[in-house]
């Protein structure tokens, strides 16, 4: 069984404040991990990823996420919040199934960012 | 390519109904998935297809809801005698290959609104 939770529904920040969206994650077996944006209106777009390797993933618009296997986490940040980074974000977590990958997705975090 | 598209991208009906809504996938990518996201939630795993079968199917589609892929291309998603508990926004997904850490393409999803 898998599952993700992210912490707070919703994250305010100021326009160039630390971004700091907190996920943790439940798998009986090495997962895959990712994080997804989603604009108003618009389909998910894939953030980054971590599968195997370097822990430290970066990702598109200047995001990161580390995996520490220890604290079972996958935390995105963003050194410098921008206006346009105000969306909702979406952890994800994949664990190989009678050989498929199926992502089970955390509710979600709406990033506010303030002027 | 322009991405995964959905049609319709809004639907209004009165309970009982049916409904048929339509996926178009990135050409040539093999996998094809359907999730419902409801408000507030992240994106709720239906089914998917591998080309034309289909491979796993959610406890949640329930036998209300029948879903296909018949060329291996396109794939449709029906809600048969629709319940206002079917209200939601209905993704579309595609992914090339068959690896769990392949990306999935999202579709900007068909919202469903059932009176």
């Known amino acids: 069984a898998q599952s993700v939770t992210q912490l707070g529904s919703h994250v305010s920040v100021s326009e160039g404040a630390l971004v700091l969206l907190r996920c943790n994650y439940s798998s009986s077996v090495p997962p895959y991990l990712f994080w997804y944006v989603q604009y108003p209106n618009q389909g998910l777009q894939l953030l980054l990823k971590?599968?195997?390797?370097?822990?430290l993933v970066k990702g598109i618009n200047g995001f990161e996420a580390e995996f520490k296997k220890s604290e079972t986490s996958f935390h995105l940040t963003k050194p410098s919040a921008h206006m346009s980074d105000a969306a909702e974000y979406f952890c994800?977590?994949?664990?190989?199934?009678?050989?498929?990958?199926?992502?089970?997705f955390g509710r979600g975090t709406s990033l506010i960012v303030h002027p | 390519d322009t991405g995964v598209s959905q049609d319709p991208r809004h639907k209004i009906t009165k309970r009982g109904q049916n409904v048929t809504f339509r996926c178009d996938p990135i050409?040539?990518?093999?996998?094809l998935y359907w999730y419902r996201q409801t408000l507030g939630q992240g994106p709720e795993f239906l089914t998917y297809?591998?080309?034309?079968?289909?491979?796993?199917k959610s406890r949640l589609l329930s036998d209300r809801f029948s879903a296909e892929r018949p060329k291996g291309s396109f794939s449709t998603l029906e809600i048969q005698r629709t319940e206002q508990g079917d209200s939601a926004m209905y993704l579309c997904a595609s992914s090339a290959g068959l690896a769990g850490n392949n990306e999935q393409f999202f579709g900007p999803g068909t919202r469903l609104t059932v009176l």
């Open positions: 050409s040539e990518h093999n996998r």
């Open positions: 971590y599968t195997t390797g370097a822990t």
């Open positions: 297809f591998q080309n034309e079968a289909q491979l796993e």
């Open positions: 994800a977590v994949a664990s190989p199934s009678g050989g498929s990958y199926i992502p089970t």
